[in-house]
């Protein structure tokens, strides 16, 4: 009957948009992971940066002593 076809429809049309929320909700907790590593690796650099920073302003100070 229509009806029944049209209540089949309706649970594949359900069906599929359930599993295409769990493919964006899957795709979201990537990125979210992904901005936690990209956070992590951020924090990284900045500490290189700053360290490289202080080794160049030393080394600055050590050729800075040196006369000609």
């Known amino acids: 009957s229509q009806t029944a076809e049209g209540i089949s429809e309706i649970n594949i049309n359900i069906t599929q948009s359930s599993e295409s ?10 990125i979210n992971v992904s901005t936690g590593e990209i956070n992590e690796n951020s924090t990284r650099v900045k500490s290189s940066a700053e360290e490289l920073s202080d080794l160049a302003m030393r080394l600055n100070n050590l050729v800075g002593r040196f006369k000609i």
């Open 21 to 30: 929320a769990q493919i964006v909700a899957k795709d979201i907790a990537d």
